[in-house]
């Protein structure tokens, strides 16, 4: 199975702050990558598919780059509705595999 | 608009079944994959099982493997997951997501509770 491996577990930032998530794969994976928010006691909801396609309705200081084993996830100014867990998970082959998630909190 | 709507979790014994459901609206439902996804309380996701729109693919996780079954109506425009021999272990907020690969739309969740 591929392993998904993201950094930080967890962070601290501010309204306003530039963040990054980097999530790794054991293995290439090109770009069959996605990542998903997740808010408490809510279903995840899709960000980004093909490491940097972002989904209808999503807004723009959401970004996603890399390819291979590589990736990150960037949100240009943290906003407060931003507070959540991330997940990464790769799409290359099964089983569909995510990341242990990144909790993004308020500083 | 899409919905998924889950239903059937509960409590069960270690060793018991349960069948879970997911109604679908708002797209056409035979024209989409369709998977299971669970995250046990406190943790990550955990991909669970895998059907394709015409049935002829199905995929599960190992952990999983052998004990559930996923299955599907087009013609309900429902989605199933027929779990047995249940394990403490798969304990856990069970959620439909459209696929085939990034899960796009998900369903509300319904908790599996193996507790004796």
């Known amino acids: 199975d591929i392993q998904m491996t993201q950094s930080p577990s967890s962070l601290s930032a501010s309204v306003g702050d530039r963040v990054t998530i980097t999530c790794r794969a054991s293995q290439n994976i090109y770009t069959y990558l996605n990542w998903y928010q997740q808010k408490p006691g809510k279903a995840p909801k899709l960000l980004i598919s093909?490491?940097?396609s972002l989904q209808s309705g999503v807004p723009s200081r959401f970004s996603g780059s890399g390819s291979g084993t590589d990736f990150t996830l960037t949100i240009s100014s943290l906003q407060p509705e931003d507070f959540a867990t991330y997940y990464c998970?790769?799409?290359?082959?099964?089983?569909?595999?995510f990341g242990q998630g990144t909790k993004v909190e308020i500083k | 608009e899409v919905q998924l709507v889950e239903s059937g979790g509960g409590l069960v014994q270690p060793g018991g079944s349960l069948r879970l459901s997911c109604a679908a609206s708002g797209f056409t439902f035979s024209s989409y994959s369709m998977n299971w996804v669970r995250q046990a309380p406190g943790t990550g996701l955990e991909w669970v099982s895998y059907i394709s729109s015409s049935i002829t693919t199905i995929y599960y996780a190992d952990s999983v493997k052998g004990r559930f079954t996923i299955s599907r109506d087009n013609a309900k425009n429902s989605l199933y997951l027929q779990m047995s021999s249940l394990r403490a272990e798969d304990t856990a907020v069970y959620y439909c997501?459209?696929?085939?690969?990034?899960?796009?739309?998900w369903g509300q969740g319904t908790l599996v509770t193996v507790s004796s």
């Open positions: 997501a459209r696929g085939p690969s990034s899960f796009d739309y």
């Open positions: 998970q790769q799409s290359y082959i099964t089983p569909w595999t």
């Open positions: 093909a490491a940097s």
